[in-house]
């Protein structure tokens, strides 16, 4: 048993610590990292040179340079009009533009709720469906059902593009009644008191002004919890769409998301015990010497260790813990050796203990957890692995999507579960980093190498981020760090220098695999030049592309006619069900559109040149 006197000098730093952020140059906000990021970024765009064998830790990988590679490398050319829009006909094209030109109107994005609201009157249900069918449904949404999605899934397949299966329908609640819902759920865990609140950080706490967490989120679903009945719907729903996935297309992909699985509060909690376990980590690098290094380069002496919690009061053999575990020869430890304690948090909550200054009591670092928490994450486990037994079944991946900050910790261990059991002999779990947030890199590089060490394949999908707006105000309200980059240029140098270390690993090891997710060109470019530097070939499927249906046509088609993966991100679901994704479509598309005006000129190029040509009648053949 391991337990812990307060000594003075020693308690405050520890406290200071283990229960606020610990900022460290390794993130992407120190100078070093991010001179380095945008290095490489701007020589991958300006022709500056770059080494995509350099990796820190890694020896180097030479650009293999020889007449054979350069003659496979491939080239897409995303300004030709015509390659990019033959699966649309002139209907289609216009369309788009007048959609994309309602979405350029402040008024319009605003009030749409409002708008569709007073249509919905005037027209009645029947018209104004088929109203928003010729207009913003047809644009974003596949179709109402698996049946009715099958024509455009077989066509963009026709055309090279794949699907990933979204069925986007939402509960049309108030404002009021979704933070009524979310802190009445926190109200009955704290009053059983499945948790002791005094100890908890005010970033896990559930907080009624933000109760509501579909308030600034433009770009993902969100899930409300109200039963664990609801959950099995939502899992059944999960179930249908990943068969309607695999009876439409082929090697297509499943979305889903971790809070429609379970209660969002355990989420919080887990989170919680994660950040913390990782921050002690830190804590104890930093009394060992070791700091401004990234996470995966820290490595903590067992000896010293012992010494540090021996001097601090503890008693019992913390060295025995890791040396059952049979460390390496040299007798340390790494962030991924430390993480796998996790396993083990009912016999650690007894070995590792702190002090609480504001209670002046011990208190365990990872809290153990109550029967009724453990049977919330084995239920949320139990339907995640059914849902990945369906997507073994049917020849489906899944793509798990991220979700915000305070979940996302436990969301990823989760997911990371999974990928254990189900990508043994190939990736069938993807898990989805956001590169907006300050520690994406960390994430990306432990992860990548604990995939290695126990012989799985690693699958992401690459993201920017969904969240930001929410993440930024709910940080400053509550008062904790802000978890995200500072600035737009700050979040592409992560992005990039994600996607460089992923697309590395593969060169080296050929067992990992990446979606990009993106509508920005330049980061398209950047990858498909790295891929014909470290001689990636599209035929291998080891590097994926991704882009929302409806959006970024020029891009999509290109790719897929080349003979990249390429799929589009496919919402289906009933017109008045679907609403609440297309009010958040219409204000994503507000910023899009007016900052990106080469998808309009496009659109009316190649209808000026059908009209020129005679072919203003043109019918995609396929």
Aim: net charge neutral; aromatic share 10%; charged share 30%.
């Amino acid at each position: 048993m391991l337990h812990v006197q307060t000594v003075p000098g020693l308690t405050r730093a520890w406290t200071e610590i283990l229960f606020k952020p610990v900022l460290s140059s390794r993130r992407l906000g120190s100078t070093s990292s991010a001179n380095q990021a945008e290095q490489q970024d701007g020589a991958c765009r300006g022709g500056g040179q770059h080494d995509p064998a350099r990796r820190p830790g890694r020896p180097g990988r030479g650009v293999r340079d020889d007449p054979a590679t350069a003659a496979n490398e491939i080239s897409v050319d995303f300004d030709q009009s015509r390659e990019a829009y033959k699966s649309k006909d002139s209907l289609e094209l216009l369309r788009s533009l007048v959609v994309f030109k309602l979405c350029s109107y402040d008024f319009l994005v605003d009030k749409n709720k409002e708008i569709m609201d007073l249509g919905k009157k005037i027209l009645g249900q029947k018209a104004f469906d088929q109203l928003m069918k010729m207009t913003f449904y047809g644009q974003f949404v596949a179709g109402e059902d698996h049946r009715a999605i099958r024509p455009l899934i077989h066509k963009n397949e026709a055309f090279g593009v794949g699907s990933v299966l979204d069925y986007s329908v939402e509960e049309d609640i108030s404002q009021e009644e979704a933070e009524q819902k979310e802190m009445e759920y926190e109200h009955c865990r704290i009053n059983t008191h499945l948790c002791s609140e005094n100890h908890r950080e005010k970033k896990y706490k559930v907080h009624k002004q933000f109760g509501d967490r579909r308030g600034g989120v433009t770009g993902a679903r969100t899930y409300l919890y109200s039963s664990e009945a609801k959950c099995d719907q939502h899992m059944e729903t999960f179930i249908k769409c990943i068969k309607a996935s695999g009876g439409s297309s082929v090697d297509g992909f499943s979305a889903i998301k971790m809070t429609a699985l379970g209660r969002p509060q355990f989420l919080l909690q887990f989170s919680e015990v994660l950040v913390k376990w990782r921050r002690f980590f830190t804590f104890l690098a930093l009394q060992q010497g070791i700091d401004g290094t990234e996470a995966l380069k820290q490595r903590l002496e067992l000896k010293q260790l012992q010494e540090f919690l021996t001097k601090m009061g503890a008693q019992g053999d913390f060295y025995g813990c890791f040396t059952e575990r049979k460390v390496d020869s040299l007798g340390t430890i790494d962030m991924l050796d430390w993480n796998s304690l996790i396993d083990d948090r009912i016999k650690m909550s007894d070995l590792l203990v702190v002090p609480n200054i504001e209670l002046g009591e011990l208190e365990p670092l990872l809290k153990k957890f109550t029967m009724e928490e453990e049977k919330q994450m084995k239920r949320m486990l139990q339907r995640m692995d059914v849902l990945a037994k369906h997507a073994m079944e049917n020849g489906v991946r899944l793509m798990v999507d991220a979700e915000q900050t305070y979940f996302q910790p436990a969301i990823s261990r989760l997911t990371l579960e999974m990928q254990r059991i189900y990508n043994r002999k190939k990736p069938v779990i993807f898990n989805t980093y956001q590169c907006y947030l300050k520690e994406a890199y960390d994430n990306v590089t432990m992860d990548v190498e604990l995939s290695r060490r126990e012989g799985w394949h690693f699958a992401a999908k690459l993201v920017r981020g969904a969240y930001m707006h929410q993440e930024r105000e709910r940080a400053k309200e509550i008062s904790y760090e802000d978890p995200i980059n500072p600035d737009y240029e700050s979040t592409n140098r992560m992005y990039h220098r994600c996607l460089d270390y992923v697309l590395d690993e593969i060169a080296l090891h050929r067992n990992a695999n990446v979606m990009v997710a993106t509508h920005n060109e330049d980061t398209v470019k950047h990858t498909l030049s790295r891929m014909n530097e470290l001689g990636l070939l599209p035929t291998e499927n080891k590097v994926y592309f991704g882009q929302l249906l409806g959006m970024c046509d020029q891009i999509s088609f290109p790719l897929g006619q080349a003979g990249f993966p390429v799929y589009k991100y496919v919402p289906y679901g009933p017109v008045n069900e679907v609403m609440p994704y297309l009010s958040r479509r219409a204000q994503e598309n507000r910023g899009f559109m007016k900052g990106a005006q080469k998808e309009r000129e496009l659109l009316w190029k190649e209808l000026k040149r059908r009209l020129a040509s005679g072919e203003l009648l043109y019918t995609p053949m396929y």
